[in-house]
């Protein structure tokens, strides 16, 4: 596929400090844009990270059509760089861009101009423990046009930004019975940023009270685990692994999935179902012995300290040698190329 490439005439990265940086906040050199428009898609460019202009009347400002993705690319030893699950990211995003009446942007174009813009910021990725670099494609709907239909025309863009540890210490989380994140047949299952923007308040509520994340719960009864703020939730009790099945109100993770298979692998069982809250608080009041733990590209696996239900708080397990932290290194094992890519999980350039 062919991909016009314009490089920077000047690189940023000797002046980014890897010692101190927010995430997010600085990009690399390099941006990958495509337009959409007539039905189809003109030729990907690369060319040097730059802003876009775009009309007031820009749909993507009125309607929420917008759609991402969040990926990594890892530095191996020997300097190979590593794409984490590039053709899942792929696959997720078209099902998202599928719910939104958005097109669907050609695999090629997702896989190829990923793979290139990475292979041009190399050297912005850290080989430092913890650090990568993380890839955000994602697209909005830019016809300027005020009436209530799906855009005819798109921008698919892909930015890159430097990452160490999304969160830096253990979380404390409520379980959330107030607000809802998704409901049946709605469009939770899909990364449109509309379901990132309406979490804002009901998660800054919580922060007022002392919490780092919520819990989020079914919409009907409140009394079903969902999700976990940015990530999906997980939690191993007495050595079996428990997540909510993904579905129309819980994202199919691909950090969910990949955890999930490495835990059948090493032999831990995996039970995918409804998780009652009831169920949970059981397990805590009986003494077993249960770790809690959101999964997510940017968080990896952040382990919860505390659980507060109603007006009850529970301690889950969260010491070195919980099972969450083995599960974390075979992750991070595979994506370094320490064990073998059983799955073919790794893009390699
Ligand atoms: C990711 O893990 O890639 C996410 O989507 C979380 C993000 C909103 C920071």
Request: a negative charge; charged letters at 20%; aromatic letters at 12%.
């Amino acid at each position: 596929m062919q991909i016009h490439i314009q490089k920077a005439e000047k690189s940023r990265l000797e002046a980014f400090n890897f010692d101190n940086f927010s995430f997010g906040i600085e990009t690399t050199d390099h941006i990958l844009v495509a337009q959409y428009a007539q039905n189809q898609w003109a030729e990907a460019k690369i060319e040097p990270y730059r802003e876009i202009s775009l009309s007031p009347l820009a749909m993507c400002f009125h309607y929420g059509q917008t759609v991402f993705e969040g990926l990594k690319a890892y530095k191996q030893s020997a300097g190979i760089i590593n794409i984490f699950r590039l053709d899942k990211h792929a696959e997720r995003m078209n099902k998202s861009l599928r719910r939104m009446c958005m097109p669907e942007v050609p695999r090629e174009l997702f896989i190829e101009g990923t793979k290139q813009l990475v292979n041009l910021e190399r050297n912005w990725i850290s080989d430092k423990e913890g650090y990568s670099l993380y890839l955000r494609p994602f697209m909005i709907a830019t016809e300027s046009r005020l009436g209530l239909v799906p855009s005819q025309e798109y921008l698919f863009m892909v930015v890159a930004t430097p990452m160490a540890s999304y969160y830096s210490k253990p979380l404390k989380v409520k379980v959330e019975r107030e607000y809802v994140r998704a409901v049946e047949g709605g469009a939770g299952a899909a990364k449109n940023g509309g379901n990132y923007g309406a979490a804002f308040y009901p998660t800054i509520q919580a922060n007022t009270q002392g919490y780092d994340q919520i819990l989020w719960t079914d919409a009907q009864t409140h009394n079903y685990f969902e999700e976990s703020g940015t990530m999906n939730l997980m939690f191993i009790v007495n050595g079996t692994l428990l997540t909510p099945p993904a579905g129309s109100t819980v994202l199919e993770g691909v950090t969910r999935d990949s955890v999930l298979q490495i835990a059948k692998h090493i032999g831990i069982s995996v039970e995918e179902r409804p998780i009652s809250i009831a169920e949970i608080q059981n397990h805590f009041e009986s003494g077993s012995k249960i770790e809690a733990f959101g999964v997510g590209t940017a968080a990896i696996i952040a382990p919860f300290s505390q659980i507060d239900i109603n007006t009850k708080s529970y301690i889950p397990y969260f010491e070195a040698d919980a099972q969450m932290f083995v599960l974390k290194k075979h992750l991070q094992n595979i994506r370094l190329g320490i064990s073998q890519d059983i799955w073919g999980w790794n893009t390699l350039l």
